[in-house]
């Protein structure tokens, strides 16, 4: 150990309540800014107005809502949302693939932004950069053989 | 007015039991890091791993940080940053490359669950951390 083992306890005993703090200020607005969104159904008028996206990234209209649901609130609700989907009337394979392609690489923004945020990461570039990351490697996998052969 | 309230509410007492749960891993992952940033194996993590997070503009520290994110989650790999001290221009590194790919074990298995296929997802999203953490690790040392 390259430092005594006072100085170590006394960095972990610190560190631990900076954890604990920091992970409420993430999660408790948070948890009220979802069951807000959940309320006043916020991402459902918003997915009607996100309508035009759905071109250059090659999905259908009805895609866009669960992928807002994953891409703003977190994999879980988007995975809820699509399996709810499924049961009234089943996404296209192909949209259900570029979905997967968007919300793998940019889920939960809300969440992320606040945590890396409080952290001391640069916000614009974790919330604002990821998603147009998401949003051009989509608009190219949409165009691949691969995902044009797919039935939609 | 009355269900903004009961949102609230609700949504304060999620994040409080949520906060609970994620604190069951997220202390023992910072305990154990603290030990190990102290212990005789670090020096030795830190050359290793020096040339790979040399790709990302990274300290060799950081690898502890990414690694973590990879098998836990996000929280995991703020509990494990949060050990040592980075510059903002890493942090937001350390964010990118882990917010492309983390908790693969958990979120493979929600993947597999609504029929993604779970082994691709694995290569796409490590081959697309290691492509933003280049991009944003070049962007960091121009702009931040």
């Known amino acids: 150990m390259s430092e005594s083992w006072s100085y170590i306890f006394y960095e972990m005993y610190t560190g631990c309540f900076t954890t604990i703090l920091n992970l409420l200020k993430v999660l408790v607005p948070l948890m009220i800014i979802i069951e807000l969104l959940i309320q006043y159904d916020v991402l459902e008028k918003l997915s009607r107005k996100l309508e035009f996206l759905g071109r250059p990234m090659g999905i259908s209209k009805d895609a866009i809502f669960p992928l807002l649901v994953g891409v703003v609130m977190g994999v879980t609700y988007g995975a809820g949302t699509?399996?709810?989907?499924?049961?009234?009337?089943?996404?296209s394979k192909r949209d259900f693939a570029l979905i997967g392609v968007f919300m793998y690489l940019c889920h939960g923004v809300i969440e992320t932004g606040f945590l890396f945020g409080i952290n001391?990461?640069?916000?614009?570039?974790?919330?604002?950069?990821?998603l147009l990351i998401a949003f051009f490697i989509t608009c190219i996998a949409a165009r691949l053989p691969y995902f044009q052969k797919m039935e939609h | 007015m009355k269900k903004f309230f009961l949102a609230v509410r609700t949504g304060a007492f999620k994040g409080l039991k949520t906060?609970?749960?994620?604190l069951k891993i997220m202390l023992p992952i910072y305990v154990l890091v603290v030990l190990l940033k102290y212990s005789p194996v670090m020096p030795w993590l830190q050359e290793g791993f020096a040339p790979v997070m040399k790709l990302f503009n990274l300290p060799g520290d950081a690898a502890v940080a990414v690694i973590t994110g990879f098998f836990t989650d996000e929280y995991g790999c703020v509990?494990?940053?949060?050990?040592?001290?980075f510059s903002a221009a890493s942090i937001t590194t350390i964010a990118m490359v882990t917010l492309m790919a983390h908790s693969i074990p958990?979120?493979?298995?929600?993947?597999?669950?609504?029929?993604?296929?779970?082994?691709?997802?694995?290569?796409?999203r490590a081959f697309m951390a290691v492509l933003v953490g280049i991009f944003i690790g070049w962007l960091g040392g121009v702009l931040l």
């Open chain 2, 19 to 22: 906060g609970l749960m994620l």
């Open chain 2, 106 to 124: 958990v979120e493979s298995a929600v993947a597999q669950k609504i029929g993604f296929p779970a082994g691709w997802l694995i290569i796409y």
């Open chain 1, 120 to 130: 001391g990461a640069n916000v614009f570039v974790v919330v604002v950069v990821r």
């Open chain 1, 82 to 91: 699509i399996m709810e989907l499924n049961q009234r009337k089943p996404l």
């Open chain 2, 79 to 85: 509990a494990a940053m949060s050990g040592f001290s």
